[in-house]
């Protein structure tokens, strides 16, 4: 049974950092993505990383969000600088996992809470 296990969300002040791991359990990750979900808004797109480490980013992340991944840890990371309340979400990792040699699915983590105080 493949999951996504994420961790490192939580509370800080506007201006900090705070870095999200997403974990694949016995399965290899293909293209990753974070996604975040603010109260009352739709669910969207913060960035994505593929296999061979090509990053995409929306606009109003980039210089201050990284992604990143360790294919030896099946993780992936959203490294979160300069963080702004307008950054208060819930993040979750979506990726394309492979799994005892079958195509990629693709899976949902349970989401983290990130909020930033002003």
């Known amino acids: 049974q493949v999951q996504l296990v994420e961790s490192g969300g939580g509370l800080v002040q506007a201006g900090g950092s705070l870095r999200l791991s997403c974990t694949a359990s016995?399965?290899?990750?293909?293209?990753a993505y974070w996604y975040r979900q603010a109260p009352g808004k739709p669910r969207e797109w913060v960035a994505d990383i593929t296999s061979g480490g090509s990053t995409n980013y929306l606009d109003s992340v980039k210089g201050r969000f990284t992604i990143s991944r360790d294919n030896a840890k099946n993780t992936v990371y959203l490294q979160m600088d300069s963080l702004k309340p307008e950054d208060t979400a819930v993040y979750y990792c979506?990726?394309?996992?492979?799994?005892?040699?079958?195509?990629?699915?693709?899976?949902w983590g349970q989401g983290t809470q990130v909020t930033v105080s002003s």
């Open positions: 016995k399965s290899t990750i293909d293209t």
């Open positions: 979506n990726a394309d996992v492979r799994w005892l040699g079958l195509p990629p699915r693709n899976y």
